[in-house]
T-cell receptor
Framework: LAKTTQPISMDSYEGQEVNITCSHN???????ITWYQQFPSQGPRFIIQ???TKVTNEVASLFIPADRKSSTLSLPRVSLSDTAVYYC??????????????FGTGTRLLVSP | DAGVIQSPRHEVTEMGQEVTLRCKPI?????LFWYRQTMMRGLELLIY????????DSGMPEDRFSAKMPNASFSTLKIQPSEPRDSAVYFC??????????????FGEGSWLTVV
């Protein structure tokens, strides 16, 4: 399984764009990159998933360079409610039939007024 | 969709007692996961099932822990006997593989276990 490395914590202010980068140097050909968000006292929640280039949804954007050894989660104009822990995961979710996602330590984002 | 349903939401038990955590995955999902979360160790995968069959239980801490999935709509995680170090939040999650486009894992709200 590809190991991921991301910053332990980040601070931001309301209205700013936040970019959280995750390193996954040994990502395999069949691996997808997935980001989850976890609020206190809740289970992790899916944010976005991608394989290459750029993916955008109503919540965030995910930028993946051509070598796929890293990825960046971009949260536009964060609000106080975006304060949470963000996890980057890499795993084969497709053709093997089975998947096993291992969560790293995550990035604790604190958004201040 | 009701989401992944876990019970109990909170449990306080005495050391040595048996603890059974229950999970109902999202209908139609074919994979089920049990995770444990603590401040010290973060979110750990304990075991996962595919089509009701345990695929990988390498994360189960020791023989005191056991998990079953008798059918597609129900799973249990049992701790017997429980110890204070088992105190944690236990999450159940489920997913359905959607071919080559990948899939997502949906988590329940967790079962908060305190062993005193």
């Amino acid at each position: 399984l590809a190991k991921t490395t991301q910053p332990i914590s980040m601070d931001s202010y309301e209205g700013q764009e936040v970019n959280i980068t995750c390193s996954h140097n040994n990502i395999a050909t069949n691996d997808y990159i997935t980001w989850y968000q976890q609020f206190p006292s809740q289970g992790p929640r899916f944010i976005i998933q991608g394989y290459k280039t750029k993916v955008t949804n109503e919540v965030a954007s995910l930028f993946i360079p051509a070598d796929r050894k890293s990825s960046t989660l971009s949260l536009p104009r964060v609000s106080l409610s975006d304060t949470a822990v963000y996890y980057c995961l890499v795993g084969d979710l497709g053709n093997t039939g089975f998947q096993k996602l291992v969560f790293g330590t995550g990035t604790r984002l604190l958004v201040s007024p | 969709d009701a989401g992944v349903i876990q019970s109990p939401r909170h449990e306080v038990t005495e050391m040595g007692q048996e603890v059974t955590l229950r999970c109902k995955p999202i209908s139609g999902h074919n994979s089920l996961f049990w995770y444990r979360q603590t401040m010290m160790r973060g979110l750990e995968l304990l075991i996962y099932f595919n089509n009701n069959v345990p695929i990988d239980d390498s994360g189960m801490p020791e023989d005191r822990f056991s998990a079953k999935m008798p059918n597609a709509s129900f799973s249990t995680l049992k701790i017997q006997p429980s110890e204070p170090r088992d105190s944690a939040v236990y999450f159940c999650a489920s997913s359905f593989r959607q071919g080559i486009t990948g899939n997502t894992i949906y988590f329940g709200e967790g079962s908060w276990l305190t062993v005193v």
